[in-house]
């Protein structure tokens, strides 16, 4: 171990979220039990060691232990997150609120019988960042905002970034190399140099290249679901894409609800003018996650009924990934057309799969949630599809009291939907396979505001269906979301840590 003055200066702990949160005791414990520093030496010591990094607003990621497990299991550390919810109470606490018991109740590190990992993260830290400007916004404002009052210096936003090597040279040679040719080559360790296809954006040559590398990555997926899964698909089609971990809160419903929209209104009339689509769908649900197995369960029957409907003569197709990780992601993601970042405002911490899309060339449609709000910043409203309630508006909603039913009720094909859903067309003989959802929909209250959202989602996705028409205009959008997504890369990301958090000078690597 480096001398006690400089081992701060040698040694920085990035915490990813809470798990790791134990490493702040562990360390006090070691310069304590072991290395004979006083208590006050330490937890300087400690708090100068370690940062940590916020990944989600939803309260119930917010890692808890319970006090008798954590005693049980480890007890020496036990003694010391308690001296150490003492110190921080009777101090730093109750000097900004010292007669206030129900607010060192709300900030106390252990109280209710738990341990607060997210409490002793932020106290044992001496930065404490979000992953996407809104949601340090959020933090500093709500979920840890009586933290911001006492520590304001701590936080700061550290905006998440993607690899430009993996997620475009790496995925996408094709592509990479006709922007090799156009700008050179420096862009790969400078994406801020993307930002030099803004101008190719009007040019009709490059625009067909560009067009023609999304047409042929469109072919290579088509022949490989084709090969895998024996679904025949057409590249001549809008891939309209949604791949991320299945939660109620990133709402694949209410993509499916789109999808219910436009089959019943190609029923309707055969006619009708929109592009074909090729929905594509790719997650995973935690094991005991009842309502997000259901809207799997859901997205599958209903691909199934679609896909052999010969009425709609083809006019979509529905697919979801099994088994979806990764690699399955290196081959969607240049295909794609339009990227699903739907979620409920203020639910999303940042999101690095819109990152990825928008690199390849596909268009967001998404809310005003997590680095969506940075993302249209660097591409402009014109080239990005933003749609529903913003963090304000669904407060403000939930403070009034949400009624679901108000939007089923006055939303007549809202309610056709969700009556077709709930019957047992989807699953003949079986209707209470997928009743859940319906359920989850109204009766249980729709917690993540999926009706209010519907129709300003059907209207964007209406204006994303006419514009994909025009192919000059969608591949003159599309380049402009390459152009713009410079500012997404991992290496602005960890250089901002090593600068402003780590204090690291660069180094060059000859």
């Known amino acids: ?58 309260p119930e990621a917010l890692e808890t232990w319970s006090e008798g497990l954590f005693a049980k299991v480890l007890p020496r550390h036990y003694d010391l997150v308690l001296e150490v919810n003492r110190r921080f109470l009777d101090s730093e606490v109750h000097k900004i609120v010292p007669n206030d018991e129900s607010r060192r109740q709300r900030m106390a590190i252990v109280a209710d019988g738990q341990i607060r990992m997210a409490h002793l993260s932020v106290v044992g830290s001496h930065s404490v960042n979000g992953v996407a400007a809104l949601h340090t916004k959020l933090l500093q404002e709500r979920l840890l905002s009586e933290f911001a009052d006492i520590y304001p210096e701590k936080f700061n936003n550290k905006t998440n970034g993607i690899t430009p090597r993996r997620w475009l040279v790496g995925c996408n040679p094709e592509l990479a190399e006709l922007v090799d040719a156009t700008i050179g080559t420096e862009w790969i360790t400078n994406a801020s140099l993307l930002r030099g296809l803004d101008k190719y ?33 057409s590249p001549n089609t809008l891939f309209d894409v949604q791949i991320k971990r299945l939660h109620e809160y990133k709402r694949q419903h209410l993509n499916l609800l789109h999808i219910l929209t436009l089959y019943r209104r190609l029923l309707q009339n055969p006619e009708l003018k929109i592009p074909p689509r090729v929905f594509i769908f790719g997650a995973k649900a935690a094991p005991g996650y009842h309502m997000a197995k259901v809207i799997i369960h859901a997205i599958n029957l209903v691909a199934k009924k679609i896909n052999s409907d010969a009425r709609i003569k083809n006019m979509l197709k529905v697919f979801f990934w099994p088994n979806y ?21 203020g639910k999303e911490a940042s999101g690095t799969g819109n990152m990825k899309f928008a690199l390849n060339g596909a268009l967001t449609i998404g809310t005003l949630d997590g680095a969506n709000v940075e993302i249209l910043e660097e591409v402009g409203e014109d080239n990005i599809f933003i749609f529903g309630k913003t963090v304000e508006e669904v407060e403000d909603l939930r403070k009034n009291g949400y009624d679901p039913f108000s939007f089923y009720e006055n939303d007549e094909e809202l309610k056709a939907v969700l009556d077709w859903l709930s019957s047992d067309f989807f ?35 209406e204006l994303a269906g006419e514009t994909f028409l025009d192919r000059e205009k969608w591949s003159a959008m599309a380049i402009r979301n390459v152009a713009g997504s410079g500012k997404f890369s991992s290496d602005r990301t960890i250089s901002e840590y090593a600068s402003d958090v780590w204090k690291l000078n660069s180094v060059f690597v000859s």
């Open 201 to 233: 954006a009007d040019d009709s040559s490059f625009r067909e290249k560009f067009w023609q590398i999304k047409h042929q990555n469109k072919e290579n997926l088509v022949k490989l679901i084709k090969s895998r899964f024996d679904l025949e698909l």
């Open 325 to 345: 990780g990764v690699s399955a992601a290196e081959n969607i993601i240049p295909a794609s057309d339009l990227s699903e970042q739907i979620s409920t405002a």
């Open 427 to 461: 699953c003949p003989g079986k209707g209470g396979l997928i009743s859940d959802l319906t359920k989850g929909l109204l009766d249980w209250g729709d917690p993540y505001l999926v009706l209010a959202d519907y129709r300003a989602y059907i209207d964007a996705q």
């Open 1 to 58: 171990m480096p001398p006690n003055d400089e081992f701060s200066d040698k040694v920085v702990v990035q915490l990813n979220d809470t798990h790791p949160a134990v490493a702040i005791l562990e360390l006090l414990r070691i310069l304590i039990d072991e290395e004979a520093m006083s208590w006050e030496k330490a937890w300087a010591l400690v708090k100068s060691t370690f940062a940590y990094t916020n990944h989600t607003l939803l």
